[in-house]
């Protein structure tokens, strides 16, 4: 059953890694295979509709119709167990994705989470990527090597978004429209790029439910952390999770936030020297 668009909430879920397996820094990305199947489930049994994220703001933009419980599964960074555990499980049930994937690292591992330890997370090849947009998930941009984008100059970022386009039309023979800030960083200069280089929607963090008037690009997303049962789910889903209620407390420390990085990007710049092959 289908309606007309209109100002509801939208839980847009984010998750990253669908792994039993991780180290203490990456544990609040990495979803158990066994609960990420019972949460596919729950959202089956419960008709939850899946939508690509390009799918639910073309609805959006052009006064479309939406399913009468619709969600949105996002799934950052395009690691190789999206590929080989999450992508069997959504095919089950008939569910559509978007897949967000940082080019520089295809056919290889996560290099840019050196220094949490999980540099050596294997990421999707071309093929791979080729076979997950033919089983109907969306391919998304990422940047091309994951960086903090609003920390860099506009011409770096510029070319850090667009090369990362380039790449993904270039490989998998399909425009490209949706793009999401890795970390969920972003400035008015960062979404002007975006926007610029042809997307028609970007995707944030802020653990919120998004609706219509969001600005479609800077998408409100929820994290799915291995903390959460299905009942933290089902109401994770409502809007009543502990995250999405108190996050508006949390964001007018964004700017200090930013300030803070930066200045340990400064101190850490002598030390980044690795070339990533592009």
Known sequence: MFITSERKRIPILMYHSISDESGPKFRSFAVPAALFARQMEYLHQQ????????????????????????????????FLDFYTTALPLLQRYSFTATLYVPTAYVNGTSRWMQRTGEGSRPIVSWEQLRDISKCGIECGAHSHTHPQLDLLSFAAAKEEITQNKRLLEEHIGEEILSFAYPYGYHTAATKQIVREAGFTSACAVKNALSTEETDHFALSRVLVDPTLDIDAFAALLAGHDKRITTAVFTRPLIPGWRLARFCLAQVQKPQQRETVQR
């Open 47 to 78: 008709a939850y509709t899946p939508m690509t994220v390009s799918q639910l703001v073309h609805a959006w933009t052009n006064g479309g119709s939406l399913p009468t419980k619709p969600v949105v599964l996002t799934f950052d960074d395009a």
